[in-house]
């Protein structure tokens, strides 16, 4: 059946691949159908999908971040009394259920566009008397919501995306996302924080994409703070990280202010274990492999913070001989730890999900790209893996970081590790020089340059993607 889902307007790339996901976590095996709308732009809020059932509906939209609202749809025109007639259409066997006498019912009247005062809302639910609503009206816990949902004709010039003619939609909800979410874990009230911390809203979103559930084994090899296994374990995940830096993940700023305080904040399982751990280095026994239902992470790419290996510079340049640390100085010990460029740390992650992950399982990660990059397909490939979703978030007018989400489909062994190695190496080669050490802050920081346009006007390069009062980001 065809529904109306209307999604909060903003992560536009977002919206689609968490529906999608959902889809799949709740026994949706096939791909969506979606469509558009009458005269919609493609990154319209608006969009009607079919699925199977209104129960995978009302579950897709409760769990969902991004999606305001589900929607039965009675009824849409260009008009009222277009609405009227297709309403009156509509068959009464489902509507009858809804308008009963042993109902209450709440109309909430909503636009996208424009604002409707007060009075102009109560106009428009008392034009829709020709709906025979039996029951009582309860605004405070209905049984049914019913929504009217109205876009201006608005043309570009609005920061919105465009829309030809004025659409009217009238519908019953079946679920909405739970916002609430967003300002119980927002960052400005979480205990212990990192420069790196991950958004709440954008990790609630990786643990969608990684269809984590109760049950299954979350693991972050760049913890850091714990942002985005607090999301995990909020769905009910067991979780498990690791970090570079012994000084976050054992000690923090306290006892009472560490990455253990995060989850007792929101009175959420605690982490199986936080390791101190390199992922250039991982700490797992020769044969072990297919631990993790999905690995979720935001890999440091050097712009606020850089990455780190273990061993140091004269270690690994020779100068200095491996050695043992003596155990009387073990406790307070910090190991030396050397640059750790995105192009390696990404191959390294590929191949710890490889070997690590469970078949079927997820890995979900941000991956940087510069803007003016025209190549159409820059993302790191690996055998075991598919790629199942990009989605871009703009972050300055240089460079955005693009969400990953690649589920394995084959497992992994020596050869596959050799192949994925040449892969890369070839990857590198071809596309990485500026991803090296250093080479993307120099890029995201450097001074603009200028650009001779025909004219021989000097003009900064525009941005080739629409963007709608800041929402991309």
């Known amino acids: 059946m065809w529904y109306l889902c209307v999604f909060f307007h903003r992560l536009l790339d977002y919206r689609k691949p968490e529906v999608e996901s959902l889809a799949y976590l709740f026994g949706v095996n096939d791909a969506l159908e979606w469509k558009l709308p009458i005269h919609h732009h493609p990154d319209s809020p608006f969009h009607f999908v079919n699925l199977p059932s209104e129960d995978i509906a009302r579950s897709i939209a409760n769990r969902s971040i991004l999606v305001k609202g589900m929607y039965e749809v009675w009824g849409e025109g260009s008009s009222y009394e277009e609405l009227e007639e297709a309403i009156r259409s509509y068959p009464e066997d489902q509507m009858l259920p809804y308008l009963s006498f042993d109902t209450t019912f709440k109309i909430t009247v909503d636009s996208f566009g424009k604002v409707f005062s007060f009075q102009e809302q109560n106009d428009r639910i008392k034009g829709l008397s020709y709906i025979p609503f039996k029951g009582r009206v309860n605004l405070k816990n209905p049984d049914h919501k019913f929504w009217l949902i109205e876009t201006d004709d608005y043309g570009v010039n609005n ?279 250093g080479n993307l802050h120099s890029s995201v920081f450097a001074p603009a340059d200028p650009q001779v346009t025909a004219a021989g006007d000097l003009k900064l390069s525009k941005d080739p993607k629409l963007k709608y009062r800041g929402k991309y980001v």
């Open 159 to 437: 920061g919105l995306p465009p829309v030809a003619e004025r659409r009217i939609f009238f519908g019953r909800e079946i679920g909405a996302a739970d916002r609430k979410l967003i300002p119980t874990y927002q960052l400005k009230s979480r205990n212990y924080l990192g420069p790196t911390a991950m958004d709440a809203e954008v990790a609630f979103l990786m643990a969608n994409q990684a269809l984590v559930e109760p049950g299954k084994l979350v693991y972050d090899p760049f913890v850091g703070t714990g942002s985005i296994l607090v999301a995990a374990a909020h769905f009910g995940a067991m979780t498990m990280g690791a970090d570079i830096d012994i000084r976050v993940v054992r000690d923090g700023r306290g006892p009472d202010t560490n990455v253990w305080s995060n989850f007792k904040q929101y009175g959420l399982q605690m982490p199986i274990g936080l390791l101190r751990a390199d992922n250039n280095l991982p700490p797992w026994r020769p044969g072990l492999k297919e631990v993790f239902d999905a690995i979720i992470c935001d890999p440091p790419y050097g712009v606020r913070a850089g990455g780190r290996k273990s061993g140091g510079r004269k270690l690994l340049k020779g100068v200095v001989d491996p050695y043992t640390v003596p155990d009387d100085k073990r406790v307070g010990h910090i190991p030396s730890t050397a640059p750790y460029c995105l192009s390696e740390c990404v191959h390294d992650l590929l191949d710890l999900a490889g070997r690590m992950l469970v078949m079927g399982g997820r890995l979900v990660y941000f991956y940087p790209v510069l803007r003016e990059d025209s190549m159409q397909n820059p993302f790191p490939e690996h055998p075991c893996f598919k790629l199942v979703a990009s989605s871009e978030q703009i972050l300055s007018s240089r460079y955005s970081r693009v969400l990953l989400t690649m589920v394995k489909i084959g497992p992994y062994t020596e050869e596959i590790a050799e192949t994925a190695r040449r892969k890369h190496l070839e990857f590198r080669e071809n596309h990485l020089k500026w991803l090296e050490d």
